[in-house]
């Protein structure tokens, strides 16, 4: 079973540049994350698609970034412009179900992008 | 107060040695997970509970839903056991995610 995958892997850019991020989860997995995660912390969770839907995105800050999941599999995460504070690893994840079905919400992440804003 | 608390930060064991991390959460909560983080910054999920104990291999989580504290154990310490071992708990809304403790393992 192939698992998540995300790219770039790596990302540098200067500060108030764009950049997306694209993550493409386990096959037949309904629920997608996106975690930012900067060094030294634990993952910090910014959005959750439920298919296409959106479930939770009360920690994404909305003036910069942005994330869709139009056909309900894949999913772009943007920032735009990004800061310095930005610099972190951004994980994707998925899962079966979502929080409601807990046989089924153990989560599978990628590898991570790890973006440097300079 | 962090909603997840995980205790040491950072461990440094001798190959071999039993290891013990610990995580005290203050929410409700349907499930805890623990999860491994290796250098490379891929995640790997190692236990789902939401009660009582599960063992994986040498890898042992328990959770007690009431005292709010879950632990996990490893027998046998090897260096390939070095990560970050995170501690994330499902809310009824949100899953909340400890810091991490750094583990060490010298051979």
């Known amino acids: 079973e192939a698992g998540v995958a995300q790219s770039p892997r790596y990302k540098i850019i200067e500060k108030r540049q764009s950049v997306a991020f694209w993550c493409n989860p386990i096959?037949?997995?309904?629920?997608l994350y996106w975690y930012q995660q900067i060094l030294g912390q634990g993952p910090k969770l910014l959005i959750q698609f439920q298919n296409n839907g959106v479930v939770d995105d009360s920690q994404l800050p909305k003036d910069r970034f942005s994330a869709e999941r139009l056909k309900g599999v894949d999913s772009t995460l943007k920032i735009q412009p990004a800061k310095l504070e930005d610099s972190a690893v951004y994980l994707c994840?998925?899962?079966?179900?979502?929080?409601?079905?807990?046989?089924?919400?153990?989560?599978?992440f990628g590898p991570g992008t790890r973006l440097t804003v300079l | 107060k962090n909603e997840v608390e995980q205790s040491p930060q950072n461990l440094t064991a001798q190959e071999g040695e039993f290891i013990t991390i610990n995580c005290s959460y203050s929410?409700?909560?349907?499930?805890l997970h623990w999860l491994q983080q290796h250098p490379g910054g891929g995640i790997v999920s190692l236990f789902m509970?939401?009660?009582g104990k599960k063992k994986h291999g040498r890898l042992i989580a328990t959770i007690n839903i009431q005292e709010k504290h879950s632990s996990l154990h490893i027998t046998a310490s090897h260096p390939r056991d070095s990560a970050v071992y995170i501690c994330a708990v499902r809310g009824w809304v949100k899953i909340i995610f400890g810091k991490g403790t750094r583990l060490h393992i010298l051979p």
């Open positions: 929410v409700g909560i349907s499930a």
């Open positions: 096959s037949g997995h309904a629920t």
């Open positions: 509970l939401s009660s």
């Open positions: 994840a998925s899962s079966l179900g979502g929080l409601a079905d807990s046989s089924y919400n153990e989560q599978f």
